[in-house]
């Protein structure tokens, strides 16, 4: 089992950048794939972006393909998202989640993530 809790969500401009990261309690960080989720205002739960448990390939929403990074440090048991040229679309709660089924597959199904954080609001102004 892990614990994820994420932090780094503020209030920004538009076209500025935030960083957020997910912290994993437990010894077996590597055995998990990792993802972002985030739910806007009055919105579903939509996929960001994900990384594979093995390896470093990633995975993004045509939505932020270009502007944001995931990526994750196994010595420190977190995964980060980097969010740059932001705009107000992107303004939503940002979930962090874990899963042990898949190997190699990044999935963007809610169902196949057994592990979820709290949330942390990112807000970008106009």
């Known amino acids: 089992q892990v614990q994820l809790v994420e932090s780094g969500g503020r209030l920004v401009q538009a076209g500025g950048s935030l960083r957020l990261s997910c912290a994993a309690s437990?010894?077996?960080?590597?055995?998990?794939?990792l993802c972002w989720f985030r739910q806007g205002p009055g919105k579903e739960r939509e996929f960001v972006a994900g990384?594979?448990?093995?390896?470093?390939?990633?995975a993004y929403a045509d939505s932020v393909k270009g502007r944001f990074t995931i990526s994750r440090d196994n010595a420190e048991n977190t995964v980060y998202l980097q969010m740059n040229s932001l705009k107000p679309e992107d303004t939503a709660v940002y979930y962090c989640?874990?899963?042990?089924?898949?190997?190699?597959?990044?999935?963007?199904?809610?169902?196949?993530?057994?592990?979820w954080g709290q949330g942390t609001q990112v807000t970008v102004s106009s």
């Open positions: 990384i594979r448990r093995i390896g470093t390939n990633t």
């Open positions: 989640a874990a899963t042990s089924r898949y190997l190699v597959a990044i999935v963007r199904r809610m169902g196949d993530y057994d592990y």
């Open positions: 437990g010894r077996t960080f590597n055995s998990y794939a």
